[in-house]
C-alpha cells in the first residue's frame, strides 16, 4: 500500500520550454502534497506543500509563478516547470500524506528534468 | 543549530556488524519521527516511523526515541552491503505543521 508515482521519470528538453510533471497516490487519496528538489550530492529541499483544491503554500525563494501546482484531485498534483532554464536542472520529487494513514509522507519515484 | 542534524560521514561498518545512525532534533515539541533511506539517484523510500518513547523494531531494524534527550536513532543488524545508501531522518512537529524536517543525511557504507 501507499504507492506514489510519477510522470515522467526522466525528461530532457529544449530552455525556454515549460514541462509538466505528474504525482499521483495510486492506491490512497492524498489531501497534502509535497514537491521537493534535489541538486547531486545535496539534500531535500522543500518547494512547495499543495492542499486538494487549494492553493499551494511554497516557501520562501520559491517563485510560484515558475512552478505552477495544481492539486486537482485527491489522487492527482502536477508541478509545471515554465519556461525552463539549465538552472531548472534538477531531480524534482513528490510525495503524499493520505487522510486514512498515518501523517507518514510516501514519496514518489522523482523525475530528473535536464534544461538543455 | 540546525532543525534537525545529522552527522554526514561516511559510517563505514563491515558486513554483518550493526550500524548505528543517530539524529538530533531542536523542537522539543516534535511529535513524528521518520527514517527514510535514499540510493544514489533515488528517491527516499521510507523505513520506518516512530511516534513513542523506546525502541520500535520491524525486521532488522530499530528505530530508537528518546524526546526528553531530543534524540533519535536507527540501528541496523547485520548490515548487508545493499543496505548501503544515504540514510534520512525527519522530523514532523508543531512548528513545521504538515511540513517534514529533514536533516542532511548519514551516508552509510558496508563492506564486503
Known amino acids: 500500500g501507499a504507492v506514489v508515482s510519477q510522470h515522467p521519470s526522466w525528461v530532457i528538453c529544449k530552455s525556454g520550454t515549460s514541462v509538466k510533471i505528474e504525482c499521483r497516490s495510486l492506491?490512497?487519496?492524498?489531501?497534502?502534497m509535497f514537491w521537493y528538489r534535489q541538486f547531486p550530492k545535496q539534500s531535500l529541499m522543500l518547494m512547495a506543500t499543495?492542499?486538494?483544491?487549494?492553493?499551494?503554500?511554497?516557501e520562501q525563494g520559491v517563485e510560484k509563478d515558475k512552478f505552477l501546482i495544481n492539486h486537482a484531485s485527491l489522487t492527482l498534483s502536477t508541478l509545471t516547470v515554465t519556461s525552463a532554464h539549465p538552472e531548472d536542472s534538477s531531480f524534482y520529487i513528490c510525495?503524499?500524506?493520505?487522510?486514512?494513514?498515518?501523517?507518514?509522507?510516501?514519496f514518489g519515484p522523482g523525475t530528473r528534468l535536464t534544461v538543455l | 543549530q540546525k532543525e534537525v542534524e545529522q552527522n554526514s560521514g561516511p559510517l563505514s561498518v563491515p558486513e554483518g556488524a550493526i550500524a548505528s545512525l543517530n539524529c538530533t532534533y531542536s523542537?522539543?515539541?516534535?511529535?513524528?519521527f521518520f527514517w527514510y533511506r535514499q540510493y544514489s539517484g533515488k528517491s527516499p523510500e521510507l523505513i520506518m516511523s516512530?511516534?513513542?518513547?523506546g525502541d520500535k523494531e520491524d525486521g532488522r531494524f530499530t528505530a530508537q526515541l528518546n524526546k526528553a534527550s531530543q534524540y533519535v536513532s536507527l540501528l541496523i543488524r547485520d548490515s548487508q552491503p545493499s543496505d548501503s545508501a544515504t540514510y534520512l531522518c525527519?522530523?514532523?512537529?508543531?512548528?513545521?505543521?504538515?511540513?517534514?524536517?529533514f536533516g542532511t543525511g548519514t551516508r552509510l557504507a558496508v563492506r564486503p
Open positions: 499543495s492542499n486538494e483544491g487549494s492553493k499551494a503554500t511554497y
Open positions: 492506491d490512497f487519496q492524498a489531501t497534502t
Open positions: 525527519a522530523v514532523k512537529g508543531p512548528i513545521s505543521g504538515d511540513k517534514l524536517t
Open positions: 510525495s503524499a500524506r493520505g487522510t486514512g494513514v498515518t501523517d507518514t509522507q510516501y
Open positions: 523542537d522539543r515539541g516534535s511529535q513524528s
Open positions: 516512530i511516534y513513542s518513547n
